[in-house]
C-alpha cells in the first residue's frame, strides 16, 4: 500500500484527495490557505483532516527514511536476504522496524558475540533441536581453552547467551509478548527510602498500581516526574503484582518448541528461557512500554494544551471599548493601566489598596478619576495573586458608582510578566516601566485575546499540564499550528496588526511580518491587497497565501475588507454582472445573494465549494467565527464561601478544563469543581465536548467544605444535593468516571487511597491549588 493509499485509508478519503493536499503542501502552501482557498483541489479537506494528514506524512515519510537506512545497513553486512527485505519492507511501525532491526544493528561485542566467535552457535542449536543429549556431555566436545572455553560449563554458558539473545531478538515473538504485557502489565511505584516528606506532593503514589493500559496522561506525566526527581522508584510488572508471569516463558518455549518431557537437555533448555525472559526480555519490554506510556501521554498532554490554546485564542472579544487593566498585587501594590478603543495606552497608576498599605479608599478613588476621565467601560483583573482582593476592589468601584456603566471581568494574565520583559514590549512600549506593562497586557487581552496572546510564546501562557515533561518539538510544532489556524480563521487586519500578528498569517514569517510593518510606518497604510506586492521580499507565492487572511477594512476596494481572496475577484465581477448592481449594494444583500445559483459562476478554477464560499462571505464579509462577548452576572449577597449553601442555582464562567472536569468561577474568591460525572446525564468521556474555557454556565452546588475550601458544583441542575455520594465524588479530582450501575473499579483499577489528593504539575496542578485542593 502506497503512502498516500495509507493515509487515504486513515482518514477515510479517496487517494487522490491526500495526493493533491501532499502536492500542496510539498508546494510551500499551508494548511489554512489549503482548507480555505483549496477545497476543489482537495475535495473539500478541512483543516482537521489536513493537520493530521500533516502528521501523518511526516511520520510516514520519517519511517521510510529510516527503512531505507536499515536496509542499506543490512545490505553493507552482506546479510539481506529476499524474505528479511519482505519483512522490512511490510514493517508499517518504527517500533515493527527496530525489532527486525535488532539482530542486524551494530552493537558493542555481546556474550553471545563472543560464544559464536569460539565456535560454539553449534552446541546451542544442536540441544535446541535434539534434547535427548546430555548437556554436559554435548558441551565436552566444544571445550577449546585457546577460545576462551575452558571447561564444559563455560561451553554451556556461551550456548546459553547465544540462545538468549536469539529470544530476546526475534521481531514475532517480541512484538506478541509487547502487545500481552501492554494488556496484562501494570505500572508500581513506591516510594523512596527518606524521601516522604521531601516528596510529599506524590503522596498519592507513594504505593501504587495500575494497568499498563488504562493509566491516563496526567497520571503518567506525574509518575515520571517523580522518579525524575528521585522521589518514586516505578517497576513495569508484566501481570498485576503478586500476579504469575509463567504464561510468558511459556510462549517463548511454545516458539522453539521446548517443553519438559523428561529429556536430559529439557530442564537446561527450561532454565535458559526463564532466564532469557527475566535478565533479557522483560528489561527490553519495560523500556519499549515506558516509552508507549511516555508516547502516550504526551500525545495527551499536546492534545490537551493544544484544545485549551485553541480556546483562551478564540475566545470572546470584548472589542474596541475603553478598557482599564488590574494587575494585582500585594506589597508592590496593583498596577493599572487604561487603554482606549484601540488599545493605546493613555494613563498608567499603581494602586496600594491591599496589605501591608491598606489605602483602600485611595486606590477606589484613583480608579473612579481613571475610569470617569477616560470612559472606561470595562475592567479586567488578572487572575494572579491578590486577584480575589483586587476583583472585591473592583466590584466595590462598580457598586458605588453605578453611572459609570463598568463590567469587571476577571482575565488570565497566564505569560503577561513574559511579555513585559520581552524585547518586543520594549518596542510597543518603551516609555513604560515593565511593571506596568502586564496590565495593559490584560487590558487588551480582554479587548481582544487573540492579537495580545500571539505576542507571547505559546509555551508560555500556560494553559497546559505537564507541560515541562513533553518533548519540546512536538509541543511547539502543535501549539504553533494552532496559532496559525486561529490567527487565519480570524482574519487579520493589515493597517493594525502587530509585527507578532502578521508572522502567523499562512505565508507570513518573521521577517515578511516586519518587512510589512516597516512599509506601512514609511509609506502609511495600505489603500489595497495589491500594494502588499510592493513590500520587500513579498513575493507571488507568500502574496497568494496570505492576501485572503489579510483585511483592510477601509481600503480603495470593499472586497480587501473581506475573506474573498483576490485571485476570486473576477468570480465576484461575473456576479456583479448578472446582479447589475455595485459591489458596494451588493455586499450585505442576503435576498439577493440567497436568490443566486452558485453553479452559474463556476469555471474551470473555481469551483461550486469556492462559489458557494464567495456568496456567504459577501452576504456577511469578514464574519468574526469567534462567540459574541459575555460575561457571567454573579449572585448578590453571594461572596465568599461561607455564603454558600447546598441546593444553590449560579451563574459562573469555566476557567479550566481537565480530564477529569471543569473549574468554573461562581464569585466566591474559589472555583469550583464540575466533576466529569456531574456534567450531563450522558456519559461524557471528554469534559470538553461539554464545555471549554469562558463559557458562562448555570451550576448547582452540591457541596461546600470550607475548611479545606472545596465547592462541588453540578451542571445537572436536577441533581440532588443530599446525595451525597455523588457530591464527594464530584468534590474531588476523578481520574475517571464511573458508568452507571458500577460499583468501584474493582480488581481492575488504580489500587490507591480514597483520600487521595490530586498530582502536582504544571498549570493544571496550579488549577488545582486555586480551586482548594492544595498539594
Not at 489549503?34 to 475535495?43: H, P, S
Not at 476583583?391 to 482575565?411: N, S, Y
Not at 487521595?756 to 488545582?768: Q, S
Amino acid at each position: 500500500m502506497s503512502l498516500h493509499d495509507k493515509i487515504a485509508d486513515e482518514l477515510g478519503v479517496r487517494p487522490e484527495q491526500v495526493r493533491a493536499a501532499v502536492a500542496l503542501l510539498d508546494d510551500g502552501s499551508t494548511v489554512p490557505f489549503i482548507a480555505r482557498y483549496r477545497k476543489e483541489v482537495t475535495g473539500g479537506l478541512d483543516d482537521t483532516q489536513l493537520r493530521t494528514l500533516e502528521d501523518r506524512l511526516r511520520y510516514l515519510r520519517e519511517l521510510e527514511e529510516r527503512r531505507t537506512v536499515i536496509l542499506e545497513s543490512i545490505r553493507s553486512q552482506g546479510k539481506l536476504t529476499e524474505e528479511l527485505e519482505a519483512q522490512i519492507m511490510a514493517a508499517e511501525e518504527k517500533a515493527r522496524l527496530e525489532d527486525i532491526y535488532l539482530p542486524y544493528k551494530p552493537k558493542r561485542r555481546t556474550k553471545a558475540q563472543i560464544a559464536r566467535e569460539a565456535g560454539l552457535e553449534p552446541l546451542a542449536d544442536s540441544l535446541l533441536s535434539d534434547p535427548t543429549q546430555d548437556p554436559t556431555a554435548a558441551a565436552e566436545a566444544f571445550v577449546d581453552p585457546d577460545a576462551g572455553v575452558a571447561d564444559a560449563d563455560a561451553a554451556l554458558a556461551g550456548a546459553r547467551a547465544i540462545l538468549v539473545e536469539r529470544f530476546a531478538e526475534d521481531a514475532d515473538l517480541i512484538g506478541e509478548l509487547r502487545e500481552t504485557m501492554w494488556s496484562q502489565g501494570w505500572l508500581t511505584s513506591k516510594v523512596r527510602e527518606g524521601k516522604e516528606t521531601e516528596g510529599a506532593k506524590f503522596a498519592d503514589y507513594f504505593d501504587f498500581a495500575e494497568p499498563l493500559a488504562k493509566l491516563p496522561s496526567h497520571r503518567i506525566l506525574a509518575l515520571f516526574r517523580g522518579e525524575k526527581e528521585e522521589i518514586l522508584d516505578l517497576t513495569t510488572e508484566p501481570t498485576e503484582p503478586g500476579g504469575e508471569a509463567d504464561h510468558y516463558e511459556a510462549r517463548i518455549a511454545e516458539r522453539y518448541g521446548i517443553t519438559d518431557a523428561g529429556r536430559p537437555a529439557d530442564k537446561w533448555l527450561r532454565d535458559t528461557v526463564r532466564w532469557a525472559w527475566r535478565t533479557k526480555i522483560l528489561l527490553h519490554l519495560g523500556i519499549d512500554l515506558r516509552m508507549r506510556l511516555r508516547q502516550f501521554a504526551e500525545d495527551e498532554a499536546v492534545r490537551v494544551f493544544a484544545a485549551n490554546l485553541r480556546d483562551l485564542l478564540l475566545a470572546a472579544p470584548a472589542g474596541s471599548r475603553p478598557t482599564m487593566g488590574l494587575d494585582p498585587g500585594y506589597r508592590t501594590g496593583v498596577k493599572v493601566a487604561v487603554v482606549d478603543g484601540t488599545g493605546k495606552v493613555v494613563a498608567t497608576d499603581t494602586i496600594y489598596p491591599h496589605k501591608p498599605q491598606d489605602r483602600w479608599d485611595e486606590a477606589l478613588a484613583t480608579l473612579e478619576r481613571l475610569a470617569r476621565q477616560h470612559r472606561v467601560e470595562l475592567i479586567a483583573i488578572g487572575n494572579g495573586t491578590a486577584s480575589r482582593e483586587t476583583d472585591k476592589l473592583a466590584g466595590e468601584l462598580v457598586k458605588r458608582h453605578p453611572d459609570l456603566g463598568l463590567t469587571k471581568v476577571m482575565v488570565s494574565e497566564a505569560g503577561a510578566s513574559v511579555y513585559s520583559a520581552s524585547a518586543y514590549a520594549a518596542q510597543e512600549l518603551p516609555d513604560l516601566d515593565v511593571s506596568l506593562r502586564g496590565a495593559v497586557s490584560i487590558a487588551r487581552r480582554l479587548q481582544d485575546p487573540l492579537a495580545e496572546l500571539v505576542k507571547i510564546d505559546p509555551k508560555s501562557i500556560g494553559v497546559g499540564q505537564y507541560q515541562h515533561d513533553v518533548a519540546e518539538s512536538k509541543l511547539s510544532r502543535s501549539l504553533d499550528a494552532v496559532v496559525e489556524d486561529c490567527v487565519n480563521a480570524v482574519g487579520v487586519d493589515l493597517n493594525t496588526a502587530s509585527a507578532p500578528l502578521l508572522a502567523r498569517v499562512s505565508g507570513i514569517g518573521t521577517s515578511l511580518a516586519e518587512n510589512i510593518v516597516a512599509h506601512r510606518d514609511a509609506n502609511g497604510p495600505f489603500r489595497t491587497r495589491a500594494a502588499l506586492r510592493d513590500v520587500p521580499r513579498l513575493g507571488p507565492k507568500a502574496f497568494e497565501q496570505c492576501a485572503g487572511f489579510l483585511r483592510i477594512p477601509d481600503g480603495d476596494d470593499p472586497l480587501d475588507a473581506s475573506a474573498v481572496h483576490p485571485e476570486s475577484y473576477p468570480v465576484v465581477r461575473r456576479i456583479l454582472d448578472e446582479t447589475k448592481v455595485g459591489i458596494r449594494e451588493l455586499i450585505g444583500d442576503s435576498r439577493t445573494l440567497r436568490s443566486l445559483r452558485p453553479e452559474k459562476f463556476t469555471d474551470e478554477k473555481f469551483g461550486l465549494p469556492t462559489v458557494t464560499d464567495i456568496l456567504a462571505e459577501l452576504e456577511k464579509p469578514g464574519r468574526d467565527p469567534r462567540p459574541e462577548f459575555k460575561t457571567a452576572t454573579f449572585a448578590e449577597g453571594v461572596d465568599t464561601l461561607e455564603d454558600l449553601k447546598p441546593g444553590m442555582r449560579l451563574e459562573g464562567v469555566v476557567t479550566n478544563v481537565a480530564a477529569f472536569g471543569a473549574f468554573v468561577d461562581i464569585g466566591v474568591h474559589q472555583d469550583g469543581l464540575v466533576h466529569v460525572s456531574a456534567m450531563s446525564h450522558r456519559y461524557v468521556s471528554d469534559p470538553r465536548d461539554v464545555v471549554k474555557p469562558g463559557d458562562v454556565v448555570t451550576v448547582k452546588v452540591l457541596d461546600v467544605d470550607v475548611p479545606r475550601k472545596r465547592i462541588s458544583l453540578t451542571l445537572r441542575l436536577d441533581d440532588d444535593p443530599r446525595s451525597s455520594g455523588e457530591g464527594r465524588r464530584s468534590g474531588r479530582q476523578g481520574d475517571g468516571q464511573r458508568h452507571p450501575g458500577k460499583q468501584g473499579q474493582g480488581k481492575q483499577g488504580a489500587r490507591k487511597r480514597d483520600n487521595r489528593k490530586p498530582p502536582a504539575g504544571g498549570a493544571m496542578a496550579e488549577a488545582l491549588r486555586k480551586a482548594g485542593y492544595g498539594i
